[in-house]
C-alpha cells in the first residue's frame, strides 16, 4: 500500500474515532500542533522519517514534545504510529488529517495575496467571492507579497485567480516580445 493511502487512511481513523467521542476539535488542534512543529522543525521531520533511529526512541522524542499538550485520544494514535513503525508518515497523516477535516467541515482553503493588508470590508468581499466560486465556508489565509507590484491573488481549492500587476505585465511584455 502506498504512504498516501496509509496515511489516508490513518487519518480518516482518528477523525471518525474523535467524532466519535465528541472530541473532533480539541484532536484537530492538536494535528494543527503538531503540523505545524513539523513544518517549523526541519530536525524532528527528520528523525521522524530515519530509519536509523528507533521506532521506540522516537515515540519518546514524540511524547517530550506532545505528551503533555495533546489528547489521550491524540497520543495513543501517535503511540500507535509508532509501534506500527508508520513514523514517517506521521506528519503526511497529520496533513491529511487537516484536509479531511476541512472536507467533513465543509471548509474550503482561500488564501489571497495582496501588496497590503486587507481591511475588513475588503476580507468580507474575497470571502463572498470564494463562496461564490466553491459553495463552501471559506477559510482565509492572508499573505502580503510587494512583489505582485498590485492587484491580487486568490486561491480557492485548486483554482487560482491571479489578477495581480506583476502577471499582467509578464503577458504584456510576451506579447510585446513575439
Not at 528523525?47 to 499538550?69: A, E, R
Request: charged share 35%.
Amino acid at each position: 500500500m502506498s504512504d498516501f493511502r496509509a496515511a489516508s487512511r490513518y487519518a480518516k481513523s482518528i477523525l471518525q474515532l474523535s467524532d466519535e467521542r465528541g472530541i473532533l476539535e480539541k484532536v484537530n488542534q492538536d494535528m494543527i500542533l503538531i503540523d505545524e512543529t513539523c513544518e517549523a522543525n526541519r530536525e524532528l521531520a527528520l528523525v521522524l522519517k530515519s530509519p536509523i533511529i528507533d521506532h521506540s526512541k522516537k515515540s519518546q522524542i514524540l511524547d517530550k514534545i506532545f505528551g503533555k499538550k495533546v489528547n489521550p485520544l491524540t497520543k495513543s494514535f501517535y503511540e500507535l504510529i509508532g509501534r506500527k513503525g508508520r513514523e514517517k508518515m506521521f506528519h503526511s497523516i497529520t496533513k491529511e488529517f487537516r484536509k479531511q477535516y476541512l472536507e467533513v467541515k465543509g471548509i474550503e482553503m482561500v488564501s489571497v495575496t495582496t501588496t497590503f493588508p486587507l481591511d475588513a470590508g475588503l476580507r468580507e468581499q474575497v470571502k463572498s467571492k470564494a463562496v461564490d466560486i466553491s459553495n463552501r465556508k471559506p477559510q482565509l489565509e492572508e499573505f502580503i507579497d510587494k512583489d505582485i507590484v498590485g492587484g491580487f491573488i486568490l486561491n480557492v481549492g485548486s483554482r487560482r485567480i491571479d489578477a495581480s500587476i506583476k502577471t499582467k505585465l509578464r503577458k504584456l511584455k510576451k506579447e510585446l516580445t513575439k
